[in-house]
């Protein structure tokens, strides 16, 4: 009897030590323990290409090899053929990739081709429940799972901005004129009849130095704006009941309407600007204002200003010049992200999940979102809280503060069923706007062509997805 | 020796019945698989696609039952695909005479000996060497608007800012695109019609020099029907060619302003391989093929080449 009680206290001894130990191992620890049994094998892994595979390139995958010995082998894709590619290798069941990087909005397609490997048990397995807690909730409550189960962990805390230059909005002169012309302060935009306004005056009184603005108008990003804008100014997408779309309705034909206007007060050309050409104009004081991802504004602080991968970013003219605020009318578009998923036909399904574990863990990511040559931006509470990144320029706690409450009130992209063809409709009607085509014609063709791909999809299919999008709290602004 | 004895001579010559055989099928026997080789990676591809049009392959549903004529009826409704070939229609249309017209007039300038002709030439064909998503990228960094040299010299000549919107402007997206291309299949006319040229009967443009013929009259009675032939396969050629354009056009515009300059290419490849409307996609392209076939046999015919 004494030597069953004496059993009994041992088994509770070993395991509360075990628990113990298993506390205080985090998610990042586990993992590698736990991948050191795949030592010598190899792994893939689908990463944008650029600067965003930098980081499993140059960081974490030599750290991963060095802690586990598992191999990373990486494999670049421009992100638009990312999601070709990984329906390409899914359907042909080659399995070329273990690990993938997934748009989020993508994961309903992704899901129900079956193309994604379901994470929960490997969660539970490896005690990640935890820490997935301290993901923002804008990225953890919408771009983790799809009907009901996890299918990536959410990387990359795409959010839009507003960067404006502090020393314009500042100057006396400026501000007296500004407030003598329009009776308010001149001050970061609330609305976008105010950014209309403040861009006109900018560019009125400083052009061609200076203009008011200056925006990323080739695809993909109008399309971003374009869903943040009319779903702000009070636009719905479809009637939730027929799946009809109500793109074209006066809503939609007002915002056309503005942003086409915005052209006129921005930089000559505006209309063929993409991401590096906006962000050039920016960083060389060309214009007062942008809406772009955090990148932005971590360069425009000359943050890694000296590595050798970001040779190419113009060195910042206007570094401690730069405020950030939320976009006008306060709810920004999360725009993209990017999530980390197993591939369904991988050979390594473990290890690849072990690995994306590791990477997405508060330890591992916490460097990965500060490394200054990448594009993977704070998405954990704990990024934003994080005294190392706070420290890293002198307007960095603003910067991730303005993140965070951007990210808290974010809104998702529209994700439905085949999304691709949605967005490819939004990206060329936006494109017909920039050529000169009559707005409410591009308007009432693009309605047109959602319909037309809605009927394809099947109209209580998509309603039903619909459905569960639009009841999201970041989908319609409430 | 008499004359039986010949003829039994040669019936011990003659070769057994398997030689016979081996002798009437043996070209065949060799040629067989090259010709096995030939089927499997060229019909098979266009029998499986043939099959593939048939059935109702997608991006989320490998159904792979047949479904007759669907994909070929909705190819009818499809106003996008129709306008696509109307692009490619049109480009075709005008960069095909424009780059037989240059390279002819390059040709007629070269014809002639002069210093350092070789190097010129070899110069001048630079462009068709080029990749074309290398020369799209490359025109559209001339085209830009900031910082591209077409702009600076144009404005220049104006005396004051000039500023196009090469690429998103309806009015000049088309220039764009027959200007890139222009400059990079011309000289391919050229070097042909140089060869054709260098080859017109030189007697017969000395008579006509005597006699006092025009230029007109000796380009249009000897020059013209003596490079006929050249000129109506270079034209087949880069007619071809401009019905399958993909990669300038995808560097410059991407096919627009919204779809304005979608070639068929453009459309086959977006549906192909960024909608995944695999059975769909597999259905264009026998319409296409099924377009080329006919108007290249009429072209054919006209021209006097299919025999």
């Known amino acids: 009897m004494k030597f069953r009680r004496f059993l009994g206290a041992f088994a509770v001894l070993v395991l509360a030590t075990g628990s113990a130990q298993a506390a205080d191992k985090d998610a990042a620890d586990t993992a590698v323990e736990a991948a050191k049994k795949y030592a010598g094998t190899t792994i893939s892994i689908v990463w944008e290409a650029g600067l965003q595979s930098l980081d499993p390139l140059n960081y974490s995958g030599p750290q991963w090899e060095k802690l586990t010995g598992i191999k ?36 309903p397609d992704l899901a129900r081709a079956g193309a994604l490997e379901p994470l929960d048990k490997y969660v539970d397995k490896f005690g990640y429940r935890e820490e997935l807690q301290d993901i923002a909730a804008a990225y953890r409550d919408n771009q983790m799972q799809y009907d009901g189960k996890i299918y990536g962990f959410p990387d990359d805390g795409d959010v839009m901005l507003l960067y404006y230059r502090k020393d314009i909005f500042e100057d006396p002169k400026m501000k007296d004129e500004f407030k003598a012309k329009f009776g308010y302060e001149l001050a ?18 400083m052009a061609p130095k200076v203009y008011g603005a200056g925006f990323f108008r080739t695809a993909p990003y109008p399309q971003y704006m374009f869903q943040e804008r009319f779903r702000m100014e009070g636009g719905k997408f479809f009637n939730a009941d027929s799946m009809k779309a109500t793109v074209n309705g006066e809503v939609g034909l007002k915002v056309f309407k503005q942003m086409l206007a915005e052209n006129k007060f921005m930089p000559p050309g505006v209309e063929q600007w993409n991401f590096v050409d906006n962000l050039a104009a920016f960083l060389q ?141 939004m990206t060329k009607a936006i494109s017909s706007l920039w050529a000169g085509e009559d707005p409410k014609a591009i308007l009432d063709r693009m309605a047109q062509q959602f319909d037309a791909i809605t009927d394809k999809v099947g109209i209580e299919n998509q309603k039903a997805v619909y459905k569960v999008w639009a009841a999201k709290p970041g989908a319609y602004p409430q | 020796m008499t004359l039986s004895a010949s003829l039994n001579a040669a019936e011990q010559r003659r070769p057994s019945r398997f030689g016979r055989m081996l002798e009437e099928r043996l070209p065949y026997l060799i040629v067989a698989p090259a010709i096995l080789i030939l089927l499997l990676v060229g019909l098979f591809p266009l029998i499986y696609s043939l099959i593939v049009s048939f059935q109702r392959i997608t991006m989320t549903e490998n159904d792979t039952s047949l479904v007759g004529l669907l994909n070929y009826s909705e190819l009818f409704r499809d106003t996008r695909l129709w306008a696509s070939l109307g692009h490619t229609a049109i480009i075709t249309a005008i960069a095909l005479p424009l780059e037989l017209l240059v390279g002819f007039l390059m040709a007629q300038l070269f014809i002639d000996r002069m210093p350092g002709r070789q190097i010129f ?22 085209f830009d608007v900031r910082f591209g040299p077409i702009g600076q010299i144009l404005s220049f000549f104006a005396g004051e800012p000039v500023r196009i919107l090469w690429t998103v402007n309806p009015a000049y997206v088309y220039p764009a695109i027959i200007i890139c291309e222009v400059w990079q299949w011309s000289p391919f006319m050229f070097l042909l019609l140089l060869a054709a040229l260098s080859n017109v009967d030189q007697s017969q443009l000395e008579a006509a020099e005597i006699d006092g013929a025009s230029y007109l009259r000796v380009l249009r009675a000897i020059v013209l029907p003596a490079i006929a032939p050249v000129i109506a396969v270079a034209c087949l050629i880069r007619g071809l060619d401009l019905v399958r354009i993909f990669d300038i056009i995808w560097a410059l515009t991407e096919g627009g302003p919204g779809s304005m300059t979608e070639t068929v290419s453009l459309y086959t490849y977006v549906q192909g391989f960024s909608q995944f409307e695999t059975s769909y996609t597999a259905a264009i392209s026998f319409l296409v093929i099924a377009l080329l076939t006919v108007i290249t046999t009429l072209v054919l015919k006209r021209m006097e080449l299919a025999r």
């Open chain 1, 72 to 107: 990373v082998k990486v494999v670049e894709v421009p992100t638009d053929q990312m999601f070709t590619k990984i329906m390409q290798d899914f359907k042909s069941g080659a399995g070329a990739y273990d690990a993938l990087n997934v748009i989020p909005s993508w994961m």
């Open chain 1, 188 to 205: 970061p935009p609330k609305d976008w009849k105010q950014f209309d306004e403040i861009g006109q005056f900018i560019t009125d009184k």
């Open chain 1, 285 to 425: 004081g060309t214009t007062a204002m942008t809406i772009s991802w955090p990148p932005y504004g971590r360069w425009a602080a000359g943050y890694g200003s000296g590595e050798e991968a970001l040779k190419w970013v113009p060195k910042s003219q206007v570094a401690g010049k730069v405020g950030y605020a939320l976009t006008p009318l306060g709810r920004p578009e999360l725009g993209v992200g990017f999530d980390l998923s197993v591939s369904a036909t991988s050979k390594n399904k473990e290890a690849a999940y072990l690995f994306i574990q590791w990477l997405n863990s508060k330890k591992t990511s916490l460097e990965r979102v500060q490394l200054p040559y990448t594009l993977r931006d704070p998405f954990r509470l704990s990024h934003y809280a994080s005294e190392k990144y706070r420290a890293l320029w002198p307007d960095a706690p603003a910067y991730l503060d303005t993140i965070k409450t951007s990210g808290e009130k974010g809104l998702l992209d529209l994700s439905l069923l085949q999304q691709d063809k949605y967005d490819e409709a």
């Open chain 2, 121 to 142: 030439v070899a110069l001048l064909v630079l462009p068709t060497v080029i990749s074309p998503i290398v020369a799209g990228a490359t025109w559209r960094l001339m």
